[in-house]
């Protein structure tokens, strides 16, 4: 039985990447491809397997070309890059990881409150007109204190 064949047409991390070969998967890794859809279109045949994330567009001529994919992975939440009713037509499987930046997100998110809390905005603000308001009332603020 020969390795499935993965085309890798968009920046994934070296970690994915070689999750993919640690599985048995022949990879072939081309991060920049999938900007060129005519390339794309010309050697998308060869391959059982497309991963992607927001530079590829899975169009329906692309498709067309795809004799052997069974499946699209996208590594994003959406799937708005893949004509879905193409690739259901030749029967590709289309997935995607919808909870992959989860965390991410919730970290950018707390983030973004205790900015918000020690008023970080307008200290930045202060800072790039050239001022240095040590006395201004975000900045002379102290933390709560805690009872008991």
Do not use: C
């Not at 070296?14 to 993919?20: E, K, L, S, T, Y």
């Not at 992975?73 to 009713?85: C, F, H, K, S």
């Not at 200290?123 to 933390?143: C, E, I, L, V």
Request: avoid cysteine; charged fraction near 25%; aromatic fraction near 4%.
């Amino acid at each position: 039985m020969t390795k499935p064949k993965v085309l890798i047409s968009d920046a994934l991390s070296p970690a994915a990447v070689q999750i993919f070969k640690d599985r048995g998967v022949e990879v072939d890794f081309q991060p920049n491809l999938g900007k060129d859809k005519d390339k794309l279109a010309e050697i998308i045949g060869n391959y059982d397997g497309l991963a992607i994330r927001s530079a590829t567009k899975a169009t329906a001529k692309i498709l067309e070309k795809a004799t052997k994919l069974k499946v699209i992975g996208r590594a994003g939440i959406g799937v708005d890059n893949v004509e879905i009713p193409a690739a259901t037509a030749k029967g590709i499987i289309v997935m995607n990881t919808p909870f992959g930046n989860s965390i991410t997100t919730a970290e950018h998110a707390i983030t973004l409150m205790l900015a918000l809390a020690r008023e970080i905005p307008q200290a930045d603000a202060s800072t790039q007109a050239g001022k240095w308001r040590r006395t201004a009332s975000w900045a002379s603020r102290s933390p709560p204190r805690r009872s008991g």
